[in-house]
């Protein structure tokens, strides 16, 4: 709480922060990585604050003290109880029964829940009911980084807020200032692997994303001049996410038939696979390329899916096709 608003959200914090009146339930939606959960952090602590000012909440009464401890009795925070797993019917159950119970500091409660999109069809339907006969002083603040995939009739009882997205400068800014140290050219590769999303890109960097993309390109090199095997790269491939490795070579595919179309080197964004890409492009069919393309994308949603997968046997799929594309057949 001590940082200030993010620069692309002031207008949305003037635009809530200022009202007297507040919905029962805001769903403040958009894509992930953008800073929505710090947003919903921040009003949560401007509603339960008891000395609020525009700027936010003032971190020195009760009320932002018992919050800063994580003890204030009315707020709760819902979440799924492992990273990417579904929130529960019974998770749902025990918020209801906080949504009817008195507030105890004798102001507002507050909820926050993310992904709303998270809650199963049972757990969507256990809160709804609360959210039509709304109790006492509560404010809802649901998180959604997907809101297409919620139910309608949620969405309707919301008051569905937008959050903005950065633009490409607000968000180098950003990442300028959160990691001053790293030179301007890997801020700008870190943003685009997370698709402008400049949280996103702080978090790429804490998983190492720069140095695993390093790894991986020099391993295709390797593959091509055949001082690896597929298998072999499979195997040492062993401690990267698959979803960052099918986005990635989803993303190559794509340029090599880009190249071959164009006839240039369309790798915007990929710069440091240009060379290879271009390479691939002369070398390869289209209609390799193509089959290799369907192929990942059909597997990426498996991967997405988080389908119970062999990876190095997935991997050495995808490698043994990769190092088959140059050649006449
Ligand atoms: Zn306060």
Redesign the pocket.
């Given at each position: 709480m001590a940082d200030g608003i993010l620069a692309w959200q002031a207008g949305l914090w003037q635009l809530l922060a200022g009202r007297q009146q507040h919905a029962h339930a805001y769903l403040l939606h958009g894509p992930a990585g953008i800073g929505k959960r710090d947003f919903a952090e921040r009003l949560m602590a401007l509603l339960l604050?008891?000395?609020?000012s525009l700027e936010g909440?003032?971190?020195?009464?009760r009320?932002?003290q018992l919050l800063a401890a994580q003890t204030h009795p009315d707020h709760y925070i819902l979440e799924p109880e492992e990273v990417d797993k579904a929130i529960r019917v019974d998770q749902v159950r025990d918020l209801v029964d906080f949504i009817t119970q008195t507030a105890q500091l004798g102001g507002r409660k507050v909820v926050l829940l993310e992904p709303a999109e998270a809650m199963n069809i049972n757990a969507a339907n256990a809160l709804l009911k609360s959210l039509e006969e709304p109790a006492g002083n509560t404010v809802l603040l649901l998180v959604s980084h997907q809101p297409s995939r919620l139910l309608p009739t949620l969405k309707s009882r919301c008051v569905q807020q937008a959050c903005p997205l950065p633009e490409r400068q607000q968000s180098l800014d950003w990442l300028s200032a959160k990691l001053p140290d790293l030179p301007e050219r890997s801020r700008e590769e870190l943003l685009a692997l997370a698709a402008g999303s400049p949280l996103a890109a702080l978090q790429l960097h804490g998983a190492g994303a720069l140095q695993m993309r390093a790894q991986v390109i020099e391993g295709i090199k390797q593959l091509h001049k055949q001082q690896q095997s597929p298998s072999q790269l499979a195997e040492g491939w062993n401690a990267l996410p698959l979803p960052l490795l099918f986005d990635w070579f989803c993303q190559w595919a794509h340029l090599i038939l880009c190249c071959q179309m164009a006839g240039d080197a369309a790798a915007a964004g990929a710069a440091d696979m240009h060379k290879v890409v271009q390479y691939l492009a002369q070398k390869s069919s289209p209609a390799k390329v193509l089959a290799l393309q369907e192929w990942l994308l059909a597997h990426r949603q498996k991967v997405l899916g988080k389908a119970n997968l062999n990876r190095v046997l997935l991997l050495e799929a995808l490698l043994v096709q990769w190092a088959s594309l140059p050649g006449s057949r």
């Open positions: 604050c008891q000395r609020p909440a003032c971190g020195a009464c009320g932002c």
